[in-house]
C-alpha cells in the first residue's frame, strides 16, 4: 500500500496531514483525473483531534475494480465457495464403494482421483451421489451413516461443499429392479433428516434425487411414484435456509404452491447441456414458452447447477461436434447458472473434449458484447495495465455464479457520525444465492472487530447490478478503528475474496486502511 499526504486547512487556519492509503496510488490519480474527489477523507483520522473533522465533508472515490489482479489474488478468488466448476463423485452408502468404472474402489479413492486430476481446475463444489440401493425395500442402518460420515469428513479435508443427490437407480438398463416403493422413500428421507441437518454446513444444495435412474426423475418413474409425496416429505424434512434442486421445471409448477415458502427454496438442475435449447432441458425446447420464461425469472433467486453431455455422446447428440462455448455461457447466463460440471465433456476417457478447446478459444470484450454477457474490464489486463489474452474457459470459470467487486466507496461527515457508502457490484452470471451472510467491519489494529453492518439483502444482487451498502457509524467507534473491511460466507462460515486488487487475509477484504 502506498500513502500519500493531502494538506488541507483546519477550521483553526492550521494546515493539518491527511494520509490517503490505497494500493500504489492507481485511486487516487483515477479520483483527480476524474474530479471526483470533493475532499481527501479516507486518511483523515490521523488529524491530531476530532474538531478537525469539521475540514472534510465529504469524498468519493472511483475505480476501485479498474485495478486488474495479481496472480495471487486470481488464485484466491478461485477458492470462493458456493460457485463455479464442480466435480461429480458418487458412494454406494452400504458398500463405501464407487460405481461403474469406480465399483473395484472406495467411494473415497474416487474423491482423491477426482481432486487430482482437476486440481488445477481447483473446484470447490462436488455433486454427490449417495446410491441407497441396498436398502431399497429395508431402513438405512448404522454402515450407511457411517459411510456416509467418513465420506463427507474427507469432503471437508478437500475444502469441497457437496451438491447432495440421494437416488437407488444406478442400472438404467433394469430400473424397477432397484426402484423403492414412495412409503420407503419417504422413510428413508424421514431418517435422513437428522443426517442432512447435522451436516448443513457442508451441503451447498440438496437435488431432489430419489426418482428414478440416477436421481433424474425420468416420466417413467414419476409415473410410478407419487412424486408430490415425495418433495413435500423433502422439503418438511430438510432444514428451511437449504436449497432444493429439481431436474425439470414442471416437478415445481405441479407439486409446490407457488404461494408457499417451499415456493421459493427450489431451484433447478439441468443435466442436459448442449448449447442450444433441447426436450430434456429442464425448461424444455422452446425457448419462448411461458416455462421457459418462468424458469429465466426463478433463477434469479435460486442456485442452478448443470452439466453438458458426455464428451463421448457428442458424436451421437450433438452431430459429432464439440459444443459451442458463446452458446452454453449464453445459457449460463440466461438461467443465471451457480454451477456447472467439469467432470462432463472435458477429458474423460483420456480424450480432449469440449472444455478443453475452450482453453484454446480466445474471447475477446467484443465477443462478450455482442452475446450480451456480463464481464469487469480489469479482467482483460495485466497488472502492467497491458491488453490481456483470455479463453472462453476461463470465462465460464471466472464468471458462473457471482463475481462481486467494490466499484466506489464515499463517505459524509457530520457533527457526530461518519456515514459511509460502498457500492458493491455483481459482475457474475448469477447471484450470490448460497451467500448467507454478508457485513461490513471495522477493525482495529490488531484485527479485532470494532463494529459491524450486516449486509442482508447481498444474496438477491443480480448480475450487472450495484448493491449500495450504507452505513452511519460513530465517530468515536471509528477512531478506534484502523481498518475498513468487508466479509462474505456461505454455510461453510469460509471468507471469500472481491475481485478487487486489495489486501485479503482470514476472510476479510481490506477495503482501506484508517491510519
Known sequence: MVVRHVWLMSVNGQMASIGLNYDRGIIMKKAFKKLTLIAVFLGLFLLPSQQNLSSV?????????EKPLTEQQNQEMA?????????????????????????????IAQMQNAVATFSADNPRLAQVYFYLTDYKNKPLDQTAF??????????????????LRFAYIWDDAHPKSQEPTTEQVVAHIKQLAPWIAQHRDQIANLQAGFIGAWGEWDSGARSRMNEKEILQALLANTPKDLFIQVRYYNIKSRNIDPQSSDWQRVGFHDDYLIGRPHVWNTAGADSNSAEWQAMAEQSQSVPVDGEMIWGSANASDNNGQLISAPLIAQRLAVHHFTSLSIAHNYKE?????????????????????????????????????????????EYIRDYLGYRLAVKDISYQVNEQNIDY????????????????????????????VVATKDVTDIAHLQSLQTLPIKWQV??????????????FTGYSNKGNRLANNINFADGYNYLLTLN
Do not use: C
Open 349 to 393: 476417457d483420456g480424450k480432449d473434449y469440449s472444455l478443453s478447446a475452450w482453453k484454446r478459444q480466445l474471447v475477446t470484450p467484443a465477443l462478450l458484447d455482442q452475446y450480451k454477457l456480463p464481464y469487469q474490464k480489469s479482467w482483460f489486463k495485466d497488472t502492467n495495465d497491458n491488453e490481456a489474452s483470455r479463453s472462453w474457459y
Open 474 to 487: 460513530d465517530k468515536a467507534l471509528v477512531s478506534q478503528a484502523k481498518y475498513l473491511a468487508f466479509k
Open 79 to 107: 477458492n470462493n465457495t458456493d460457485r463455479g466448476f464442480r466435480l461429480e463423485l458418487n458412494l454406494n452408502v452400504k458398500t463405501g464403494k464407487g460405481l461403474w468404472a469406480n465399483a473395484d474402489k472406495t467411494g
Open 57 to 65: 465533508k465529504a469524498a468519493t472515490v472511483t475505480g476501485y475494480d
Open 146 to 163: 457411517n459411510n456416509m460420515d467418513q465420506y463427507f469428513q474427507k469432503l471437508k479435508q478437500y475444502h469441497l461443499q457437496a451438491v
Open 421 to 448: 457508502q460502498v457500492n458493491l457490484t455483481n459482475y457474475g452470471l448469477a447471484a450470490p444465492v448460497l451467500i448467507n451472510k454478508a457485513e461490513l467491519v471495522l477493525l482495529d489494529a490488531a484485527k479485532s
